[in-house]
């Protein structure tokens, strides 16, 4: 399968842990973004990166998140001393820039509880 | 990017044509609307996009109003594996476009 993928699939956590997610883009793609779904809710834009520079952030991306994308490849997103309220589904895409349609290609997700 | 209306839910017989709507009476001259799908524990799933022509490709139809202000997705023979939520979204396109910026959705439930 060449498509996006996440791991873990699935994180429990306690209030105050650090969590860390790791996705893989489709591997000619140059972009790669990092949403927030909560239950009920369309998809919430966090970040995305061109290459290994990171070129915007949304303003619910607190001091408390970092994402990295140190090769132009994979990104990683952690999450420091986790609150109840990041509990959700960290998603992650991908596109090239290149084409026509800049079509974002999603992974499957991590979904995160904090107890 | 501008605001998109669409109704939280909709239900349609299988077999039957889908018509989702979808409102963008703010859109625009450079934004195009796009249609995401996402099925129930799955990332969004791309379906189709245009700028003002009506286009269709092998997942669905779009028709869009000549003073673009609205538009509607059609699925041409609904499934039950069509069971999902419709996002409808307007932004710029090409190598312009950044993120996504998804509204509450359709929710569609194709029934047997």
């Known amino acids: 399968d060449t498509g996006v993928s996440q791991d873990p699939r699935h994180k429990i956590t306690k209030r105050g842990q650090n969590v860390t997610f790791r996705c893989d883009p489709i591997?000619?793609?140059?972009?790669l973004y990092w949403y927030r779904q909560t239950l009920g809710q369309g998809p919430e834009f966090l970040t995305y990166f061109q290459n290994e520079a990171q070129l915007e952030k949304s303003r619910l991306l607190s001091d408390r998140f970092s994402a990295e994308r140190p090769k132009g490849s994979f990104s990683t997103l952690e999450i420091q001393r986790t609150e109840q309220g990041d509990s959700a589904m960290y998603l992650c895409?991908?596109?090239?820039?290149?084409?026509?349609?800049?079509?974002?290609?999603f992974g499957p997700g991590t979904r995160l509880t904090v107890l | 990017d501008a605001k998109t209306t669409q109704p939280p839910s909709m239900d349609c017989a299988e077999g039957r044509a889908a018509n989702l709507p979808c409102n963008h009476s703010?859109?625009?001259?450079?934004?195009?609307v796009y249609w995401y799908r996402q099925i129930h524990s799955q990332g969004p799933q791309y379906i189709i996009h245009g700028l003002k022509n009506n286009e269709t490709n092998e997942m669905a139809s779009l028709i869009i109003t000549e003073d673009r202000k609205s538009s509607t997705l059609i699925l041409p023979h609904a499934t039950l594996r069509d069971t999902a939520v419709y996002y409808c979204?307007?932004?710029?396109?090409?190598?312009?476009?950044?993120?996504?910026?998804f509204g509450g959705g359709t929710r569609l439930m194709v029934k047997p």
């Open positions: 979204i307007v932004r710029v396109g090409g190598n312009a476009g950044n993120m996504l910026t």
């Open positions: 895409a991908s596109s090239f820039t290149s084409g026509k349609v800049n079509e974002q290609f």
């Open positions: 591997s000619e793609h140059n972009r």
């Open positions: 703010t859109i625009s001259g450079n934004e195009y």
